[in-house]
């Protein structure tokens, strides 16, 4: 080639870097999307004080809670469609989601920090993001917040007994000994798991029956049964920090029992105890949301053996996107089945 031979561009190579930059540009702003979601596969580096403490809070486990407060509501049997109801509903959400939830999340990356240099390194405070003097007070503000609201919810149902005031205190305390020592109950596979299964269940469903109708035995004993099956989900989210686990001495279930036993308990516990409560509502005649819970609880089982059982490590976070939709409708179905045989 002459000196003089002017060096064109190939077009090919060219629209190949383009893509490139697009596929990165992409995947760069997924891993954005993740980082403030609280999610696993998160990017490093966030400035935004802001930002961060969201992505403490991990915004992506509110909607369980939330949820819960919606079956709550639905299981009291008085919910109605009116502005004061839904002012009642959304502050209950408020509660349950990003205050009580995101007081126990921060908590729990606070005394997890150790583990998760180890496991997930870009999270906030391992990677020196926030001081911990800046994450003790969030922790204080989200609680304190959080009880406020309790008891104004407690006022504005008119609740002889401060019932959701208690709900939240209880909730509190298991989210604070789930992750602090000397308890620490997540040391504990069993205990650790199923404290979060309840924390996921059990107190947001209880808390917005309490709001809108009156709380009974049977209603706090069946959601604590329910937990069962969250418990099943809290272990999915033991196997991402296994090796951290392991090397801490944390028992948790893949530990104790191995990644492939541990998946099979975990599978057999969600498929099991949604199982039961539809032989339970079959036992008080509500015959049709039994079916309907029966048939959500059949795709859950075909995405277990699709993706968590092959490989439940790099495959959780596609397994919970792909079944848990089904569980949590479940929890409706059996919220509304409850509400329809209370005003039978």
């Known amino acids: 080639m002459s000196e003089l031979t002017p060096i064109t561009p190939n077009s090919n ?16 702003s997924g891993s954005k999307a993740r980082q403030l979601l609280g999610m696993k596969g998160a990017a490093a580096g966030e400035t935004s004080v802001w930002k961060i403490r969201l992505q403490l809070m991990k915004p992506i486990t509110w909607i369980p809670l939330i949820w819960g407060v919606v079956c709550g509501a639905a299981s009291s049997g008085n919910y109605t469609w009116t502005l004061e109801n839904v002012l009642k509903a959304g502050l209950c959400m408020l509660l349950s989601g990003p205050l009580m939830a995101g007081y ?4 729990n990356d606070y005394y997890d920090r150790e583990i998760d240099a180890i496991n997930e390194p870009y999270r906030p405070i391992p990677s020196g993001a926030i001081p911990l003097p800046q994450v003790i007070t969030q922790i204080w503000v989200l609680l304190i917040a959080g009880l406020l609201i309790a008891f104004a919810l407690d006022k504005w149902a008119g609740n002889p007994f401060p019932t959701i005031t208690s709900i939240a205190i209880i909730g509190s305390f298991i989210g604070y000994i789930y992750s602090a020592p000397p308890l620490k109950l997540k040391q504990n596979g069993w205990l650790g798991s199923y404290a979060l299964g309840a924390s996921y269940i059990t107190f947001p469903w209880c808390t917005g029956h309490a709001l809108f109708g009156n709380l009974n035995l049977t209603i706090v004993i069946l959601t604590m049964f329910y937990s069962l099956a969250g418990l099943g989900i809290a272990i999915v989210n033991d196997f991402k920090s296994v090796e951290g686990d392991r090397q801490l001495g944390l028992q948790s279930l893949p530990v104790m029992f191995g990644i492939t036993n541990a998946a099979l308990i975990c599978v057999v516990m969600i498929d ?17 949301y039994a079916a309907i819970l029966v048939l959500l609880i059949i795709p859950q089982i075909t995405f277990q053996d699709m993706y968590f059982l092959r490989d439940p490590i790099n495959n959780d976070v596609k397994y919970q996107a792909s079944a848990q939709p089904f569980l949590v409708l479940g929890m409706l179905v059996t919220g509304i089945a409850l509400g329809h045989h209370a005003g039978i």
């Open 13 to 28: 190579s060219t629209e190949a870097i383009n893509a490139s930059d697009e596929v990165k540009a992409v995947v760069e």
């Open 104 to 107: 126990v999340q921060i908590t």
């Open 272 to 288: 099991l105890f949604q199982g039961l409560i539809a032989a339970y509502l079959v036992s008080i005649h509500e015959n049709l």
